[in-house]
T-cell receptor, first 114, second 110 residues
Framework: EPEVTQTPSHQVTQMGQEVILRCVPI?????FYWYRQILGQKVEFLVS????????KSEIFDDQFSVERPDGSNFTLKIRSTKLEDSAMYFC????????????FGPGTRLTVL | GQNIDQPTEMTATEGAIVQINCTYQ??????LFWYQQHAGEAPTFLSY????GLEEKGRFSSFLSRSKGYSYLLLKELQMKDSASYLC???????????FGAGTRLAVHP
């Protein structure tokens, strides 16, 4: 069964460093999302991406964040200068048709900022 | 904006039935999802309701009343592996972002 994959599973970085989190969505899906979950808190929407551009973003997704689909398979989230409060699980998700279709989540990347 | 309320914790006995409620207020609504999340893992899809009524999928059923802003997830024949958090989520907007509730942590005891 097709699935969303994410790498790395765990990333440790120093405050102020740049990190890139990688995702490979399900191959025939067209809509891509990033969510995050701070330990013990709810899952929060960050950004949605369709047709090679951001379609919607939350207040969390400030200038320090960017997303890119550099080729036909990868979807990346970049944090330019990490802060302690960026420590969280970051989930990538994809869906075929929004509004009617399910979003399938990847296993997540646990980001720890020291 | 959106607001989603669900109980923080519930306990149940193996083999029993449990109902997890979710109430919501939202300015835009496409559908309501239930996800299961084990500790340290990703949310996994359980069910989706867009119309009023009951959707049944094996041991899991989900109900939606759009006029009342209310949904529930019903789990039958509980198993120990059902111990997890159950997340109620709304979709809204043209690109269907998911807005999650805080989740209900279910503990199933022998």
């Amino acid at each position: 069964e097709p699935e969303v994959t994410q790498t790395p599973s765990h990333q440790v970085t120093q405050m102020g460093q740049e990190v890139i989190l990688r995702c490979v969505p399900i191959s025939n899906h067209l809509y891509f999302y990033w969510y995050r979950q701070i330990l013990g808190q709810k899952v929060e929407f960050l950004v949605s991406f369709y047709n090679n551009e951001i379609s919607e973003k939350s207040e969390i997704f400030d200038d320090q964040f960017s997303v890119e689909r550099p080729d036909g398979s990868n979807f990346t989230l970049k944090i330019r200068s990490t802060k302690l409060e960026d420590s969280a699980m970051y989930f990538c998700a994809s869906s075929d048709v929004p509004g009617t279709d399910t979003q399938y989540f990847g296993p997540g990347t646990r980001l720890t900022v020291l | 904006g959106q607001n989603i309320d669900q109980p923080t914790e519930m306990t149940a006995t193996e083999g029993a039935i449990v109902q997890i409620n979710c109430t919501y207020q939202t300015s835009g609504f496409n559908g309501l999802f239930w996800y299961q999340q084990h500790a340290g893992e990703a949310p996994t899809f359980l069910s989706y309701n867009v119309l009023d009524g009951l959707e049944e999928k094996g041991r899991f059923s989900s109900f939606l009343s759009r006029s009342k802003g209310y949904s529930y997830l019903l789990l039958k024949e509980l198993q120990m592996k059902d111990s997890a958090s159950y997340l109620c989520a709304l979709t809204s907007g043209g690109y269907n972002k998911l807005i999650f509730g805080a989740g209900t942590r279910l503990a199933v005891h022998p």
